[in-house]
């Protein structure tokens, strides 16, 4: 008999949708429903997919007006729950926290816009399934790292695990797309840096003796991140083919040579039918890698919200299941089909 979680995701905007895709798949997952905080189009929508859609009870006037349907509260879907998602607008998690999670004694995953420390902080952890897995186990309350944090946990785990104290430092410039592609916001003809980017403390939230400096800018454009990693060795680096071997078989990295630039894997991952036209992983640009004295530059791009749909699939198969990363990963494969993504894309930019 087939063990089943009740899954409710607070929030339908960029992640929330995603997700709902994904756990829609699973065979393990009731999926209780989810919330809307607006009656808007994509409350429409997913009314058309046929998710039951809990909301405020501050918002029942509006969503009678515009004869949108609603199947109750969010409270009392969270009530009906053994597990909820937090994908609400950054900084409302606190509030859920206080308000339901607590009271009601419900797990939950947190995205990786909310606080960690201080007097908002939400939990003590970021989850990165390629370094910390099997550390959620009898957790409550968890971040799943941002994609960009989840992309370096990616690269960077594999080549502590290889190369380990010969390393001496990470520096990690982070290129960022300033909206996503369903995103309405302007795209503004500009370069924004972060005079404090949180994505290096959170990164060594799960990766503690790090020595890492990151730095973040955003640039006009909604075709995924580019991160430029720079990794210096106490004694010579390794060679690009060495490099290129570790990476071969890791999850969720696809090895490509010929791309142009992101917006060539965004296009080929929507003519190719990709769910929400996501790769859910990081493309290593072999052809951009470099290894010259103590130096080796990877450079590879994020899928920016995609990157974090299979990490809290994951993330709920470690706290409610309990079940072995081996076992998670064959599960979170099945689910997202990133095995045969990665074929197609090395095929496609090879």
């Known amino acids: 008999m087939v063990q089943m979680v009740k899954l409710f995701i607070n929030g339908y905007g960029n992640i929330g949708r995603r997700l709902a895709t994904a756990f829609n798949l699973d065979e393990e997952v009731d999926l209780v429903g989810i919330a809307k905080y607006k009656a808007d ?34 409270e009392e879907a969270i009530q009906k729950s053994d597990i909820v998602i937090d994908a609400s607008k950054e900084g409302l998690g606190f509030d859920n926290k206080q308000n339901f999670y607590l009271p009601m ?64 430092r990470f520096d990690v410039t982070l290129i960022r797309r300033w909206a996503d592609l369903e995103d309405l916001s302007e795209v503004k003809d500009s370069i924004q840096w ?61 090895i490509l040579n010929s791309a142009k630039g992101p917006a060539d894997i965004r296009k080929k991952a929507l ?3 990709f769910m929400h036209g996501d790769t859910n992983m990081i493309h290593i640009h072999q052809e951009l890698m470099r290894s010259q004295g103590d130096v080796l530059k990877i450079s590879y791009s994020d899928d920016q919200t995609g990157m ?38 090395q095929e496609e930019f090879k």
Not at 44 to 55: L, N, R
Not at 329 to 338: G, H, N, P, Q, V
């Open 41 to 74: 189009e994509r409350a429409k929508e997913a009314i058309s997919k046929g998710y039951k859609v809990f909301i405020p009870p501050s918002l029942e006037p509006e969503f009678q007006n515009n004869k949108l349907e609603f199947t109750g509260f969010i």
């Open 105 to 168: 004694k419900k797990m939950a995953i947190f995205q990786g816009g909310e606080d960690r420390e201080g007097k908002h902080s939400v939990a003590d952890i970021i989850h990165n399934s390629r370094v910390n897995y099997d550390k959620m186990v009898g957790k409550s309350y968890v971040i799943q790292g941002s994609c960009n944090v989840s992309g370096m946990g990616r690269v960077i785990q594999p080549l502590i695990d290889q190369f380990g104290d010969r390393i001496s």
């Open 194 to 254: 972060d005079k404090n980017p949180h994505h290096q403390d959170d990164v060594k939230n799960f990766i503690p003796n790090i020595k890492l400096f990151v730095d973040a800018y955003k640039v006009p454009s909604r075709m995924m991140h580019l991160h430029q990693m720079y990794i210096r060795f106490i004694d010579k680096a390794p060679t690009k083919n060495d490099v290129l071997e570790i990476f071969s078989n890791e999850f969720g990295v696809a």
């Open 271 to 273: 003519e190719m039918g």
């Open 308 to 345: 974090v749909i299979p990490e809290n699939h994951l993330l709920v198969q470690s706290l409610f299941f309990k079940r072995s990363r081996k076992k998670a990963l064959s599960r979170t494969d099945k689910i997202f089909e990133l095995s045969k993504k990665k074929k197609v894309l």
